[in-house]
């Protein structure tokens, strides 16, 4: 059973060896994720300039190619995944 959500988001632009920047946010901030799909989703309609702002900052001018909801299992198996 998935326990958290997190919005994750993939930037445009494919490194040499294939991989991609991907940003895991931190919102809502008192927390850090969303206890069910459709509230993950909710936040992210209802703050989009917020989301891309906070990109912009990490990023520079580089867009995301998508935002999206992501289960914790799927985040802990990405992060695992990228200590190797």
Known sequence: MVK???IVAV???V???GTKDVFIFQHP???GHFHNSYTCQ???GDNPFKLVK????EYGDRSPEKIMCVPE???E???????T
Do not use: N, P
Not at 54 to 57: K, P, S, T
Not at 77 to 83: G, I, P, R, V, Y
């Open 77 to 83: 198996s990405f992060m695992e995944q990228d200590k």
């Open 42 to 44: 909710k936040y992210i």
């Open 54 to 57: 906070a990109l912009v900052r």
């Open 4 to 6: 958290a959500w997190f």
């Open 73 to 75: 299992e799927a985040v």
């Open 11 to 13: 930037m445009t632009g």
């Open 29 to 31: 901030s008192d927390h």
């Open 15 to 17: 490194y040499s060896d």
